[in-house]
T-cell receptor, first 119, second 112 residues
Framework: AQKITQTQPGMFVQEKEAVTLDCTYDTSDQSYGLFWYKQPSSGEMIFLIYQGSYDEQNATEGRYSLNFQKARKSANLVISASQLGDSAMYFCAMRERDAGGTSYGKLTFGQGTILTVHP | DSGVTQTPKHLITATGQRVTLRCSPRSGDLSVYWYQQSLDQGLQFLIQYYNGEERAKGNILERFSAQQFPDLHSELNLSSLELGDSALYFC???????????FGPGTRLLVL
Protein backbone atom coordinates (compact mmCIF):
# COMPACT_ATOMS: atom_id res chain seq x y z
CA ALA A 1 0.00 0.00 0.00
CA GLN A 2 1.14 3.51 -0.74
CA LYS A 3 2.26 5.38 2.33
CA ILE A 4 1.52 8.77 0.81
CA THR A 5 -1.11 9.26 -1.87
CA GLN A 6 -1.54 12.38 -3.89
CA THR A 7 -4.47 11.72 -6.20
CA GLN A 8 -4.25 14.91 -8.27
CA PRO A 9 -1.49 14.66 -10.89
CA GLY A 10 -2.27 18.21 -11.99
CA MET A 11 -4.28 21.14 -10.73
CA PHE A 12 -5.14 24.50 -12.25
CA VAL A 13 -6.07 27.64 -10.37
CA GLN A 14 -6.74 31.24 -11.27
CA GLU A 15 -4.40 33.85 -9.83
CA LYS A 16 -5.63 35.20 -6.47
CA GLU A 17 -7.90 32.19 -5.93
CA ALA A 18 -7.38 29.55 -3.24
CA VAL A 19 -6.47 25.96 -4.08
CA THR A 20 -6.37 22.73 -2.12
CA LEU A 21 -3.88 19.98 -2.87
CA ASP A 22 -4.86 16.60 -1.50
CA CYS A 23 -2.72 14.20 0.47
CA THR A 24 -3.69 11.03 2.30
CA TYR A 25 -1.31 8.90 4.29
CA ASP A 26 -1.10 5.46 5.76
CA THR A 27 0.67 4.68 8.99
CA SER A 28 0.12 2.67 12.13
CA ASP A 29 2.49 4.89 14.09
CA GLN A 30 0.94 7.30 16.60
CA SER A 31 3.80 9.78 16.43
CA TYR A 32 4.51 11.02 12.93
CA GLY A 33 5.06 14.20 11.01
CA LEU A 34 3.64 15.48 7.75
CA PHE A 35 5.41 17.90 5.44
CA TRP A 36 4.77 19.75 2.24
CA TYR A 37 7.56 20.71 -0.13
CA LYS A 38 7.47 22.78 -3.29
CA GLN A 39 9.63 21.98 -6.31
CA PRO A 40 9.72 24.73 -8.95
CA SER A 41 10.88 23.99 -12.46
CA SER A 42 14.42 24.92 -11.41
CA GLY A 43 14.46 21.71 -9.36
CA GLU A 44 15.16 22.70 -5.79
CA MET A 45 12.99 21.37 -2.95
CA ILE A 46 11.56 24.10 -0.75
CA PHE A 47 10.06 23.32 2.65
CA LEU A 48 6.62 24.88 3.08
CA ILE A 49 4.86 23.59 6.17
CA TYR A 50 4.90 20.92 8.88
CA GLN A 51 2.20 19.24 10.96
CA GLY A 52 2.92 16.93 13.86
CA SER A 53 0.50 14.13 14.59
CA TYR A 54 -0.12 15.43 18.09
CA ASP A 55 -0.63 19.03 17.03
CA GLU A 56 -4.20 20.03 17.78
CA GLN A 57 -4.17 23.12 15.63
CA ASN A 58 -3.79 23.08 11.87
CA ALA A 59 -0.41 24.44 10.84
CA THR A 60 -0.21 27.75 9.01
CA GLU A 61 2.72 29.53 7.36
CA GLY A 62 1.76 32.73 5.58
CA ARG A 63 -0.44 31.82 2.62
CA TYR A 64 -0.02 28.11 3.30
CA SER A 65 -2.17 26.14 5.68
CA LEU A 66 -2.46 22.46 6.30
CA ASN A 67 -5.93 20.98 6.71
CA PHE A 68 -5.13 18.07 9.03
CA GLN A 69 -7.86 15.49 9.50
CA LYS A 70 -6.32 12.77 11.62
CA ALA A 71 -9.23 10.35 11.59
CA ARG A 72 -9.35 10.50 7.80
CA LYS A 73 -5.55 10.38 7.57
CA SER A 74 -5.48 13.38 5.32
CA ALA A 75 -3.17 16.38 5.29
CA ASN A 76 -4.28 18.69 2.52
CA LEU A 77 -2.32 21.81 1.63
CA VAL A 78 -4.33 24.97 1.14
CA ILE A 79 -2.72 27.85 -0.73
CA SER A 80 -4.64 31.09 -0.44
CA ALA A 81 -4.44 33.99 -2.89
CA SER A 82 -2.47 32.02 -5.49
CA GLN A 83 0.36 33.78 -7.28
CA LEU A 84 2.01 33.00 -10.60
CA GLY A 85 5.13 32.01 -8.68
CA ASP A 86 3.18 29.23 -6.98
CA SER A 87 3.26 27.23 -10.22
CA ALA A 88 5.36 24.21 -9.30
CA MET A 89 5.28 20.56 -8.26
CA TYR A 90 4.10 20.02 -4.69
CA PHE A 91 5.06 17.00 -2.63
CA CYS A 92 3.47 15.67 0.52
CA ALA A 93 5.82 13.68 2.74
CA MET A 94 5.63 11.73 5.99
CA ARG A 95 8.13 10.99 8.70
CA GLU A 96 7.29 8.02 10.90
CA ARG A 97 9.12 5.82 13.32
CA ASP A 98 10.37 2.37 12.46
CA ALA A 99 8.86 -0.82 13.88
CA GLY A 100 11.07 -0.47 16.93
CA GLY A 101 9.78 3.02 17.69
CA THR A 102 12.90 4.88 16.59
CA SER A 103 12.63 7.95 14.41
CA TYR A 104 15.44 8.18 11.93
CA GLY A 105 13.87 11.07 10.16
CA LYS A 106 13.60 9.56 6.70
CA LEU A 107 10.83 11.03 4.61
CA THR A 108 8.45 9.08 2.41
CA PHE A 109 7.12 11.17 -0.46
CA GLY A 110 4.00 11.08 -2.55
CA GLN A 111 4.10 11.27 -6.34
CA GLY A 112 3.45 14.97 -6.34
CA THR A 113 0.87 17.37 -7.81
CA ILE A 114 1.74 19.85 -10.53
CA LEU A 115 0.04 23.16 -9.82
CA THR A 116 -0.42 25.68 -12.61
CA VAL A 117 -1.55 29.18 -11.75
CA HIS A 118 -3.26 31.05 -14.58
CA PRO A 119 -3.20 34.85 -14.78
CA ASP B 1 18.58 29.51 -0.04
CA SER B 2 18.25 26.55 2.35
CA GLY B 3 21.84 26.72 3.54
CA VAL B 4 22.57 23.23 2.22
CA THR B 5 25.12 23.17 -0.58
CA GLN B 6 25.69 20.45 -3.13
CA THR B 7 28.35 20.08 -5.77
CA PRO B 8 28.46 19.64 -8.63
CA LYS B 9 25.14 20.97 -9.96
CA HIS B 10 25.34 18.84 -13.07
CA LEU B 11 27.30 15.73 -13.94
CA ILE B 12 27.47 13.91 -17.24
CA THR B 13 29.31 10.63 -17.35
CA ALA B 14 29.39 7.28 -19.09
CA THR B 15 28.15 3.87 -18.08
CA GLY B 16 30.57 1.96 -15.91
CA GLN B 17 32.10 5.08 -14.43
CA ARG B 18 32.26 6.23 -10.81
CA VAL B 19 31.25 9.65 -9.49
CA THR B 20 31.21 11.41 -6.14
CA LEU B 21 28.54 13.85 -5.09
CA ARG B 22 29.27 16.23 -2.26
CA CYS B 23 27.01 17.86 0.31
CA SER B 24 27.60 20.43 3.02
CA PRO B 25 24.77 20.62 5.56
CA ARG B 26 23.35 23.74 7.15
CA SER B 27 25.48 25.13 9.92
CA GLY B 28 24.78 23.19 13.10
CA ASP B 29 22.88 20.33 11.47
CA LEU B 30 24.19 16.91 12.42
CA SER B 31 21.88 14.78 10.26
CA VAL B 32 22.42 14.37 6.53
CA TYR B 33 20.06 12.51 4.23
CA TRP B 34 20.44 11.48 0.60
CA TYR B 35 17.47 11.13 -1.73
CA GLN B 36 17.16 10.14 -5.37
CA GLN B 37 14.50 11.60 -7.65
CA SER B 38 13.83 9.81 -10.91
CA LEU B 39 10.89 9.80 -13.30
CA ASP B 40 9.98 6.18 -12.71
CA GLN B 41 10.70 5.88 -8.96
CA GLY B 42 9.82 9.34 -7.74
CA LEU B 43 11.61 10.66 -4.66
CA GLN B 44 13.26 7.90 -2.66
CA PHE B 45 15.28 7.94 0.53
CA LEU B 46 18.72 6.43 0.13
CA ILE B 47 20.67 6.81 3.37
CA GLN B 48 21.02 8.88 6.52
CA TYR B 49 24.03 9.88 8.60
CA TYR B 50 24.06 11.45 12.01
CA ASN B 51 27.23 13.02 13.34
CA GLY B 52 29.42 10.77 11.24
CA GLU B 53 27.57 7.52 11.75
CA GLU B 54 25.22 5.74 9.41
CA ARG B 55 21.75 5.68 10.98
CA ALA B 56 19.31 4.42 8.37
CA LYS B 57 19.35 2.89 4.93
CA GLY B 58 16.65 2.97 2.33
CA ASN B 59 16.59 1.76 -1.24
CA ILE B 60 20.28 2.25 -1.81
CA LEU B 61 22.00 0.00 -4.30
CA GLU B 62 25.13 -1.91 -3.31
CA ARG B 63 26.98 0.05 -6.00
CA PHE B 64 26.28 3.21 -4.01
CA SER B 65 27.98 4.19 -0.79
CA ALA B 66 28.13 7.27 1.37
CA GLN B 67 29.98 8.70 4.31
CA GLN B 68 29.88 11.70 6.59
CA PHE B 69 33.15 13.29 7.58
CA PRO B 70 34.19 14.89 10.90
CA ASP B 71 33.39 18.35 9.52
CA LEU B 72 29.88 16.94 8.84
CA HIS B 73 30.00 17.22 5.06
CA SER B 74 28.87 14.10 3.27
CA GLU B 75 29.72 12.36 0.04
CA LEU B 76 27.66 9.93 -2.01
CA ASN B 77 29.70 7.62 -4.20
CA LEU B 78 28.04 5.99 -7.19
CA SER B 79 30.01 3.32 -9.03
CA SER B 80 29.56 1.05 -12.05
CA LEU B 81 27.02 3.55 -13.27
CA GLU B 82 24.10 2.43 -15.38
CA LEU B 83 21.71 4.40 -17.57
CA GLY B 84 19.02 3.96 -14.93
CA ASP B 85 21.11 5.82 -12.36
CA SER B 86 20.40 9.06 -14.20
CA ALA B 87 18.46 11.13 -11.70
CA LEU B 88 18.42 14.18 -9.49
CA TYR B 89 20.24 13.47 -6.24
CA PHE B 90 19.33 15.55 -3.23
CA CYS B 91 21.07 16.00 0.03
CA UNK B 92 19.05 17.28 2.98
CA UNK B 93 20.05 18.17 6.50
CA UNK B 94 18.37 18.66 9.85
CA UNK B 95 19.45 19.35 13.40
CA UNK B 96 18.09 15.96 14.47
CA UNK B 97 15.79 13.23 13.17
CA UNK B 98 12.81 15.04 14.69
CA UNK B 99 13.52 18.36 12.98
CA UNK B 100 12.53 19.59 9.53
CA UNK B 101 14.81 18.61 6.68
CA UNK B 102 16.10 21.32 4.40
CA PHE B 103 17.17 20.30 0.93
CA GLY B 104 20.12 21.31 -1.15
CA PRO B 105 19.72 22.34 -4.80
CA GLY B 106 20.49 18.81 -5.98
CA THR B 107 22.99 17.26 -8.36
CA ARG B 108 21.58 16.29 -11.73
CA LEU B 109 23.35 13.16 -12.96
CA LEU B 110 23.13 12.02 -16.54
CA VAL B 111 24.65 8.66 -17.44
CA LEU B 112 25.19 8.17 -21.17
Amino acid sequence: AQKITQTQPGMFVQEKEAVTLDCTYDTSDQSYGLFWYKQPSSGEMIFLIYQGSYDEQNATEGRYSLNFQKARKSANLVISASQLGDSAMYFCAMRERDAGGTSYGKLTFGQGTILTVHP
Amino acid sequence: DSGVTQTPKHLITATGQRVTLRCSPRSGDLSVYWYQQSLDQGLQFLIQYYNGEERAKGNILERFSAQQFPDLHSELNLSSLELGDSALYFCASSASAQETQYFGPGTRLLVL
